[in-house]
Antibody, heavy 120, light 107 residues
Framework: QVQLVESGGGVVQPGGSLRLSCAAS????????IHWVRQAPGEGLEWVAF???????YYADSVKGRFTISRDNSKNTLWLQMNSLRPEDTAVYYC??????????????WGQGTLVTVSS | DIQMTQSPSSLSASVGDRVAITCRTS??????LAWYQQKPGKAPKLLLY???RLESGVPSRFSGSGSGTDYTLTITSLQPEDFATYYC?????????FGQGTKVEIK
């Protein structure tokens, strides 16, 4: 069955960096685009970034220039490098598989999420 | 960016009730709309895509309709397991955007 397992969350000071990972299994990872979506405590869902099967990337304006999404199809792994972190980046970060390969569409499978807390 | 306006933000309903949640977009999205259900402490679950296509395994009491800028999620005969928060999401053009969510509570 499809599984997405996020890791790498934790507490970081404002201005710091963190790298999240998402390990995928149960499907042909190289055939699908993958998203990062976040949810601040008690708030709604916010799309963060998407990388399609061969590497083209899309970002939300709120993270553009600070976050980098990447993938390694040989390792079935997705990453989110987060730099210059701000308190408003505090959230649970989900990786989510897209139904398609190329343009970002909708997500049919989600991981359980990893919590990132930006605080001094 | 395409703005999403979801309403109501919350509602109280009883088991067996019919419930409707609406999502309005700031421009036409040609039915490029998905609906998700999220329960506390859990990841979202895909319910419908292309505005009205039911995801495999989702009960038929969930349905979607709409076109252009106005879309509706309807739950007929609300069940105890349906009490949750529901989100719409457009995928017509990036950046993808979500509605603010509708919390469906027990009356």
């Amino acid at each position: 069955q499809v599984q997405l397992v996020e890791s790498g969350g934790g507490v970081v000071q404002p201005g710091g960096s963190l790298r999240l990972s998402c390990a995928a299994s149960g499907f042909t990872f190289s055939n699908y685009g993958i998203h990062w979506v976040r949810q601040a405590p008690g708030e709604g869902l916010e799309w963060v970034a998407f990388v399609h099967y061969s590497g083209t990337k899309y970002y939300a304006d709120s993270v553009k220039g600070r976050f980098t999404i990447s993938r390694d199809n040989s390792k079935n792994t997705l990453w989110l490098q987060m730099n210059s972190l701000r308190p408003e980046d505090t959230a649970v970060y989900y990786c989510a598989k897209d139904r398609q390969q190329l343009a970002p569409f909708y997500s049919d499978y989600w991981g359980q999420g990893t919590l990132v807390t930006v605080s001094s | 960016d395409i703005q999403m306006t979801q309403s109501p933000s919350s509602l109280s309903a009883s088991v067996g009730d019919r419930v409707a949640i609406t999502c309005r977009t700031s421009q036409g999205i040609s039915n490029s709309l998905a609906w998700y259900q999220q329960k506390p402490g859990k990841a979202p679950k895909l319910l419908l895509y292309a505005a009205s296509r039911l995801e495999s395994g989702v009960p038929s009491r969930f349905s979607g309709s709409g076109s252009g800028t106005d879309y509706t999620l309807t739950i007929t005969s609300l069940q105890p397991e349906d009490f949750a928060t529901y989100y719409c999401q457009q995928y017509y053009s990036p950046p993808l955007t979500f509605g603010q969510g509708t919390k469906v509570e027990i009356k």
